[in-house]
């Protein structure tokens, strides 16, 4: 059993609305409305419902998160939850929110005070806010399956085939994403992130990961290359999976499916976290998840109005998962 599997921990949802983050609809996404609730709502509701997470900070343009979750925090009263005024961009986001999290911190502190300190070990969940499918079952499972024990820093992912219920249907819309490809899995990333946040050395690289993260547009592709090979440590190891990766992501979507799955061979899902945790100067790992719902984010008007279509439908998925895997679960017992 994983160490993860029996602590409490902290949560940060990113809910930002700066710098490289996407508008959709001409507004900040986590405070659309689905079936009159703002998708924020959402995220927040299955962190409460999860056995793991004690404290929720929430960051963004706090007069609106709190405004559109009025409600949701007046009936709130076994756990403290903060709002905070967002900032600049992602990483400082995340930085200042996780140093909220600390028992006692204020504003101006100096962060190099924790160092050498109990608080220097605090590894915190951070997940955006965008996924309005996040179940306290896929949060969980993201514990139980995360080896924080022996890692810094944990990032979830799904494999493909667990995406499929997603994909779109006859006479009816889905959502069907490209894939990372290695050779011994497909998957895409979950918004789940897992880390000791004050292990992490190059926390830069964690923003331009961020901004350049759609690499379906090729002058992102362009972007990472160059600060990839701009990296101190991993740089020709990381440009060469990269590559690996861009090819078989560009022969999948271009249906040579069969030349991609010879490329894929050439790199292993364990040798892509060990580069990963070069560029970020941690030792990283992957923790998988089965559900789907954490991987499916809000990035484009029409994925909203699809996940409104499928709403109920693909809750309703989940949660037969869930009890199928509870029922598994008492066999084996």
Known sequence: MNSGSSKLYDALILAGDRRASRNIKGGNKTLLTINERPVLSYVLSALLDSKYVRNILIVGPKKRIEKALK??????????????????????????????????????????TYLNTPEEEKAVLALSGD?????SYEIDEFFENAEIDRFDYIAGITPDHFLMPYYPKKNKPGIRHSYFHAREIKWRHNNLHLGRLFKVRNKIYIQKMYEYRHQREWKDIIKLIFTILRTEKGTYKAFYQFAVL??????????????SDF??????????????????GVSAKTSITYYGGAALDIDSDEELETIKTNLDEWMAYQKELFNSKKGESKKGK
């Open 131 to 135: 996924i309005p499918l996040l179940t």
């Open 246 to 259: 861009q090819a078989c992501m560009f022969l999948t979507n271009r249906r040579f499916g069969w030349l």
């Open 263 to 280: 490329i894929r061979k050439f790199v292993t899902l364990s040798s892509i976290e060990n580069t990963v945790g070069l560029l970020l």
């Open 71 to 112: 409600s949701d925090l007046a009936r709130i009263k076994d756990r403290k939850i903060t709002v905070l005024e967002q900032w600049d961009n992602l990483i400082e986001n995340v930085w200042h929110g996780f140093l909220h999290t600390i028992e006692g911190y204020k504003e101006g502190v100096d962060p190099d």
